[in-house]
Nanobody, 126 residues
Framework: QVQLVESEGGLVQAGGSLRLSCAASGRSFTFSNAAMGWFRQTTGKDREFVAVISGPGGETRYTDSVQGRFTISRDNAKNTMYLQMNSLKPEDAGIYYC?????????????????WGQGTQVTVSS
């Protein structure tokens, strides 16, 4: 059973920065074999893709709205993934979820992810 635990989010002013982390654990789970993604959800909307990183970490993809502002990374030695969020905008606010695939290849669809964290709240004030 894989467990994903996100770091605490927070309240940040527009234009500010915040870094989220996601720690993975589980018996028979090889972190470097799992593509990892970040999704976010706001009230009344579907959970949407934000960023993904391949298992080895060499490939990343972002949704257009965060390209150039957010950076996804991972430390496979620590079984941890990160999302560095810069130049935050009010529309970036929401509950951020980390998610893991069973394969190392990137994917942007929610259905391709097998395990989800509990979510962490990010609030951006204008």
């Amino acid at each position: 059973q894989v467990q994903l635990v996100e770091s605490e989010g927070g309240l940040v002013q527009a234009g500010g920065s915040l870094r989220l982390s996601c720690a993975a654990s589980g018996r028979s789970f090889t972190f470097s074999n799992a593509a990892m993604g970040w999704f976010r959800q706001t009230t009344g909307k579907d959970r949407e893709f934000v960023a993904v990183i391949s298992g080895p970490g060499g490939e990343t993809r972002y949704t257009d709205s965060v390209q150039g502002r957010f950076t996804i990374s991972r430390d496979n030695a620590k079984n941890t993934m990160y999302l560095q969020m810069n130049s935050l905008k009010p529309e970036d606010a929401g509950i951020y979820y980390c998610a893991a695939r069973r394969v190392p290849f990137i994917g942007t669809a929610r259905a391709r992810y097998d395990t989800w964290g509990q979510g962490t709240q990010v609030t951006v004030s204008s």
